[in-house]
Each structure stands twice: as C-alpha cells, then as structure tokens.
T-cell receptor, first 112, second 114 residues
C-alpha cells in the first residue's frame, strides 16, 4: 500500500525562488526520508528526519515533520536549474515492517 | 557513481527470453532491495534481502526470481515476462534492514519487454 503521498504532483518555479513540497502518510513511522531522482536515474537520499524530530536542515534543504498531522514538508531555498528533478518522501509502513515505502513524487521544474 | 552498480543499463527482451539483472555494492551494506518503477506509479518494493536471506517478497509473480549469493551481490532472474513488466528496475542497499542511514540506489536497468 502507498504510505507517502506528495503534493503537489508537479511544481514549476523560477530560479532563485523557494520550492515547497508536502508529504502525507497514513501509519506511524520511525523516520521519514526524502529522495531526489533525476530523469531515468536512481534515487539519491537527501535527508532523514526521525519521528521525535520536528525540523532538520541540510544546506539549502529544510524538512519539517508533524506527526500529529502525519505530514512532512521539504523546502528547497534559492532554487537552481540543477534542482530540477522528482522528489519523493519515503517512510516505514508500520511497526515491525522494515519496508521503505515511497509516494508518487513531486516533479519540480526550475526555470533559469 | 553511488556505490551501487547495476547492469545492464538497458535491456530489451522478448516474452520468451530469459535474462538476468545484476546489482553489486561494495559499501559494506547488509541489506539489499529490488524496486520496480513504472510510469505514474509509486516505487514498488519487490524483494528484500538481509544478510543474504530473503526477508520480504511482496507478492511478486514467479516470473521474477531473485538471488543473493552474498551480501555484495543481488540478481533478478527474468523469464517469460509480459509487456506490462516493462519498467525501470532499481536496486538499493542499506547498512541494515532499518535503513536508518537511508538507502543507496543504483542507476537502474530500463527493461522493455516486446
């Protein structure tokens, strides 16, 4: 079953603007992870936030987690054309199940 | 290169063919995974191996047969596939089953079944 669900499905912004992507999930999680995928390539791990954390930063990335709403957001600040890619959230589907389950992703286009 | 190498990058096969996908990692990871990525669908977990033992099989048809001879290598044997099996097949690894440090993915094999 699909655990993470990203919103919006597609996002187009100008270079220099900030991009915000949201993710909702259904069951309790140990952690939530964000990945990036360039067209036709493998996924690259960006950042992991644990269930007891509320916010985490890595370079131009900022991730928040609201376990009461079962939602997370990924903010990319000062976007660049090279940030054009699909972004996926992923989480463990439930206690005792060690499966990382992905959503359909948000396709981000950054226009130079 | 991410440290997870998949071969071949592209594969075209007929429905009666037998082929194998290969995945190799030298990151010292103990868990390895096969995912299927089809257009407009979420990534689908197919198989999980932990210390060479299969721990998950997500109701994958028997025409897909995984093999994990050691912690560094993972194969996906394919036979009598259907056109709907055409997809990007991704291999991933993690230090342990919990994947606390994140998964490392290969670049994938683009499979086309004709």
């Amino acid at each position: 079953s699909q655990q993470g669900e990203e919103d919006p499905q597609a996002l187009s912004i100008q270079e220099g603007e900030n991009a915000t992507m949201n993710c909702s999930y259904k069951t309790s999680i140990n952690n939530l992870q964000w990945y990036r995928q360039n067209s036709g390539r493998g996924l690259v791990h960006l950042i992991l936030i644990r269930s007891n954390e509320r916010e985490k930063h890595s370079g131009r990335l900022r991730v928040t987690l609201d376990t009461s709403k079962k939602s997370s957001s990924l903010l990319i600040t000062a976007s660049r054309a090279a940030d054009t890619a699909s972004y996926f959230c992923a989480s463990y589907s439930g206690a005792g199940s060690y499966q990382l389950t992905f959503g359909k992703g948000t396709k981000l286009s950054v226009i130079p | 290169e991410t440290g997870v190498t998949q071969t071949p990058r592209h594969l075209v096969m007929g429905m009666t063919n037998k082929k194998s996908l290969k995945c190799e990692q030298h990151l010292g990871h103990n868990a390895m995974y096969w995912y299927k990525q089809s257009a407009k669908k979420p990534l689908e977990l197919m198989f999980v191996y932990n210390f060479k033992e299969q721990t998950e099989n997500n109701s994958v048809p028997s025409r897909f047969s995984p093999e994990c001879p050691n912690s560094s290598h993972l194969f996906l044997h394919l036979h009598t596939l259907q056109p709907e099996d055409s997809a990007l097949y991704l291999c991933a690894s993690s230090s342990d089953r919990q994947g606390e440090g994140g998964y490392t993915f290969g670049s994938g094999t683009r499979l086309t079944v004709v």
